[in-house]
């Protein structure tokens, strides 16, 4: 079994030693090789990695996000050839000890995709409001999917060949949601297992501040959504301007048979107005659901 550990990093410098010792020291239970994507540092991240003579080092030439990273070490790991591929953080802020049990989990129930499972209410760094955020969001990913996972945006994963052959990442932000809302869509099955994780060495880089974190993570949303739930999406945004087009029209008819149809005129063009937007909302649905079917026939 060919397996490769990925390692996205920018400007990571100072910890991308500790993270590939950890690694080297904790992964014990099967063969595997180094994978550094480099996603345009302006420190010394490339040299350090080539000083720790990882087996894989690709570096970007500028800093395109983690999600685009991402799908650069799931194109390698394609293109290679790779039976597994574990994502994990150059911020070593996943313990490497887990490796071996992501391992163990996708050989033991066969699924496409294992994610380490932070217990968010004993993480005492995280603050109250980001706690309640990230378990929102996994509960939101999770009604959206109909797939149960209790941490929705950990990075620390392995994927099948098959998940790696499937998978297509359209964030550059990240790549958490997005793998999971197309796992569903793809019929890849999900796992659990739970993780600890170490205390910080540095602050985020991914966002910067809660708000940002919120606005980029529902983009994400909305438009995977989109893409792998097209008529549930625009089924339930057209309801709102059935709802204000349905109104109208309905006082129209009962002015209209009290014989005072002729002043309410603007009713009835208001409501049909609103009902031509929301008949062609659902028109789009229906359009995007069989642009979907012919996608999946391919």
Not at 51 to 67: A, D, Q, T, Y
């Amino acid at each position: 079994m060919k397996c490769l550990i990925q390692i996205p990093c920018f400007n990571e410098q100072d910890q991308l030693a500790q993270i590939i010792d950890d690694i080297r020291v904790h992964v014990s239970a099967f063969d595997y090789e180094i994978l550094v994507i480099d996603d345009g540092s302006a420190d010394d991240t490339v040299k350090v990695a080539q000083e720790l003579k990882v087996e894989h080092v690709i570096s970007l030439k500028r800093n395109m996000g983690l999600g685009y990273a991402f799908q650069v070490g799931l194109n390698f790991a394609k293109k290679k050839g790779y039976d597994y591929l574990i994502n994990t953080d150059a911020d070593n802020q996943y313990q490497s000890k887990y490796i071996n049990a992501l391992y163990h989990s996708i050989l033991n129930t066969k699924s496409d995709i294992v994610i380490g499972v932070r217990d968010h209410d004993k993480i005492k760094h995280f603050s109250f409001l980001k706690k309640w955020f990230q378990k929102t969001g996994s509960t939101v990913v999770r009604l959206i999917s109909g797939i149960k996972t209790a941490d929705a945006v950990s990075g620390f994963r392995i994927y099948s060949k098959e998940a790696i052959h499937n998978l297509f990442v359209t964030s550059k932000f990240s790549y958490t949601l997005d793998t999971i809302l197309q796992a569903q869509d793809k019929n890849l099955q999900i796992t659990e297992i739970p993780i600890e994780i170490n205390p910080p060495l540095r602050t985020s880089r991914l966002f910067k501040g809660m708000f940002q974190f919120i606005v980029r993570q529902l983009t994400i949303i909305i438009k995977c959504f989109i893409v792998y739930k097209p008529f549930e999406f625009f089924a339930i945004v057209s309801l709102l301007p059935f709802i204000v087009g349905i109104i109208p029209i309905i006082r129209f008819i009962i002015h209209y048979f009290n014989n005072e149809g002729g002043g309410n005129i603007q009713s009835l063009i208001l409501g049909s107005m609103s009902l031509l937007l929301s008949f062609i909302l659902l028109a789009l649905g229906v359009m995007g659901f069989l642009i979907k079917d012919l996608r999946k026939r391919k």
